[in-house]
């Protein structure tokens, strides 16, 4: 089962502008977590925001959080080629259980 | 450490077969993940343990799916018998408490 969804499912944006991905969720969190997956690789862990952070910021990155919507936002900055993979929200609650949204593609064109 | 520990990284085998998919987490993680990737269905959870003991299997598909973690450092899942719409990307993740999960680099299974 998934417990997040995210859109856009795919995004396709231009060397230097913005990536913006949201994630929504059902039920409620510890955590909840950004990984990116290149193809055909396992999932990297990008950044975690717990349920009592608003914000939190890594190089990059940027991510926003809000429990009373159920909803959270990756904010990729300055984007590069490199990139070009697909992300993934996944939420952390009772027992630490981790599961995935559905991911968005992003395409970073050169 | 040489990070999650998965085997084989390919498998391909016949409809009805037993496969066994192999995950070495990392050391002092307590909690151990296995995941299904296909194109249709995105990551599914299959079952997760929490210091070896199974929390929650209620993605294991059907009773063809078993997952075993019998001690810290090991754990199987199995298919038995294999069909063709269990082809996919395993994936075996482990993570210390309510923190970021480390993944191996999954085993692509194809059941012809």
Known sequence: SQQGEEDPQALSIQEGENATMNCSYKTSINNLQWYRQNSGRGLVHLILIRSNEREKHSGRLRVTLDTSKKSSSLLITASRAADTASYFCATCGSGDKLTFGTGTRLAVRP | ?112
Not at chain 2, 79 to 99: G, H
């Open chain 2, 1 to 112: 450490d040489a990070g999650v520990i998965q085997s084989p990284r390919h498998e391909v085998t016949e409809m009805g077969q037993e496969v066994t998919l192999r995950c070495k987490p990392i050391s002092g993680h307590n909690s151990l993940f296995w995941y299904r990737q296909t194109m249709m269905r995105g990551l599914e959870l299959l079952i997760y343990f929490n210091n070896n003991v199974p929390i929650d299997d209620s993605g294991m598909p059907e009773d063809r799916f078993s997952a075993k973690m019998p001690n810290a450092s090991f754990s199987t899942l199995k298919i038995q018998p294999s069909e063709p719409r269990d082809s996919a990307v395993y994936f075996c993740a482990s993570t210390p408490e309510s923190t970021e999960a480390f993944f191996g680099q999954g085993t692509r299974l194809t059941v012809v």
